[in-house]
């Protein structure tokens, strides 16, 4: 079993930046790769971004490329979203989770996730 916990959201202007992050318990962190998804009301989870077990490689979905950076530390069994030049449309509630394959981008790959973390870009 594996406990993840989000925090770091909040309220920002357009244009700015917030980090999310995400510690987990439970399990040898380094064993696992993680992702980010968000989802609004009424849609299904987006991918967004996704880190190997190592750290080593990312991956992201088009609409965040270039703004938005995944990190992972497996010391602290913390994994990290970077978020930066932040749209209107970037608002929603953020998930992390846990893979077991590493780099999914299917929610379908992920075994574990957090409660969420609520974003929120104002124009």
């Known amino acids: 079993q594996v406990q993840l916990v989000e925090s770091g959201g909040g309220l920002v202007q357009a244009g700015g930046s917030l980090r999310l992050s995400c510690a987990a318990s439970?399990?040898?962190?380094?064993?696992?790769?993680m992702g980010w998804f968000r989802q609004g009301p009424g849609k299904e989870r987006e991918f967004v971004a996704a880190i190997s077990r190592s750290g080593d490689t990312t991956v992201y979905a088009d609409s965040v490329k270039g703004r938005f950076a995944i990190s992972k530390d497996n010391v602290k069994n913390t994994v990290y979203l970077q978020m930066s030049r932040l749209k209107p449309e970037d608002t929603t509630v953020y998930y992390c989770?846990?893979?077991?394959?590493?780099?999914?981008?299917?929610?379908?790959?992920?075994?574990?996730w957090g409660q969420g973390t609520q974003v929120a870009v104002s124009s």
């Open positions: 439970g399990r040898t962190f380094s064993n696992y790769g």
């Open positions: 989770a846990v893979d077991a394959d590493g780099l999914g981008l299917r929610a379908a790959e992920y075994d574990y």
